[in-house]
């Protein structure tokens, strides 16, 4: 008999299988990435980690979304990734659930804009476009073509700008700038 492979939120004990799965489908280096000093310091959203598990090979999608601030006007925005499914499981749909299942629980939450940074032709299928270059800084290196953004309440891209952070750097840094 097959089982279908099981959608649910991402639970305590799972953290060391989703760690897995990133090494896995990231490769070791993954750290090294700007999208993790993004995520430096933060926890992810509740309730808008979400794992994929079937019967075979047990965890087989990851899916997270961060909190970030954005400019000294700490405007709030989140972002989507890590994404990943087991080498096994790859171009099998898991992916894409995941991402249309995170986007729908984040947008019933309240949150008014995405921001990621990845393959464009990937997350342009669930309407992800690049961000006009300039307007959101991140910290460290990235390809302009990857940072991408998709908009859950309308024209929220428009007051988003300057250098995208963890909430608790900007937090940190408007904490020093402001008059004893
Ligand atoms: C990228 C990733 C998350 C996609 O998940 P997946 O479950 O393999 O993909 P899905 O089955 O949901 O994708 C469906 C479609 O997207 C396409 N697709 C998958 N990865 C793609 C990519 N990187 N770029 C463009 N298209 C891609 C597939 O070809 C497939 O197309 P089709 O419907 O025309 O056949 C997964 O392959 C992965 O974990 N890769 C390694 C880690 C990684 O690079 N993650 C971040 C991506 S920026």
């Not at 990231?26 to 933060?42: I, V």
């Amino acid at each position: 008999m097959t089982v279908k492979p099981s959608l649910t939120e991402q639970s305590a004990a799972d953290g060391a299988a989703v760690e897995t799965l990133l090494d896995l489908s990231f490769g070791p280096s993954r750290r090294t990435k700007t999208s993790y000093r993004l995520r430096e310091g933060s926890s992810p959203l509740p309730h808008l980690s979400l794992v994929i598990r079937e019967h075979e090979l047990g965890l087989v999608g990851a899916i997270s979304f961060w909190p970030l601030s954005v400019g000294p006007a700490e405007t709030p925005a989140i972002m989507l990734g890590p994404l990943a499914v087991h080498p096994g499981r790859q171009r099998m749909g898991i992916g894409l659930e995941l991402m249309r299942e995170g986007i729908a629980r984040a947008k019933a939450a309240g949150h008014g804009l995405i921001i990621l940074i990845g393959d464009a032709p990937y997350y342009a299928r669930e309407g992800f476009v690049q961000v006009p270059e300039g307007q959101i800084q991140v910290p460290g290196p990235v390809d302009p073509k990857r940072l991408l953004y998709l908009e859950l309440i309308p024209r929220a891209l428009a007051k988003t700008m300057g250098l995208a952070l963890p909430p608790w750097r900007w937090r940190e840094i408007n904490a020093l700038r402001a008059p004893t």
